[in-house]
Nanobody, 124 residues
């Protein structure tokens, strides 16, 4: 059974940084794409970034480029989201997700497995 467990969220001041972690277990993820999404209150779930577990290819939402970096540690079966220069509008619950197959990496409906989410709050 696939499990994705996020951690690392919290309260940070604007301009600060956080690193989120997503620990994956339950199968071999070498063929998987691992994505990060976020959802703010009253808003739809939004794509943040994704990485292919095997090749390390990354893809970002335009608004996240330059501030957020996605990476993975194969030995630890963990995916990370480094978030810098945080803004109050980055406040949301951040989710880790996993998928196989083809199609756009930014479409949440194509992801098969989801974590429970971790809250990130950026104060002004």
């Amino acid at each position: 059974q696939v499990q994705l467990v996020e951690s690392g969220g919290g309260l940070v001041q604007a301009g600060g940084s956080l690193r989120l972690s997503c620990a994956a277990s339950g199968r071999t993820f070498s063929s998987y794409v691992m994505g990060w999404f976020r959802q703010a209150p009253g808003k739809e779930r939004e794509f943040v970034a994704a990485i292919h577990w095997s090749g390390g290819t990354t893809y970002y939402a335009d608004s996240m480029k330059g501030r957020f970096t996605v990476s993975r540690d194969n030995a630890k079966n963990t995916v990370y989201l480094q978030m810098n220069s945080l803004k109050p509008e980055d406040t949301a619950v951040y989710f880790c997700a996993a998928r196989t197959g083809f199609g756009s990496w930014s479409l949440s409906r194509l992801y098969n497995y989801w974590g429970q989410g971790t809250q990130v709050t950026v104060s002004s």
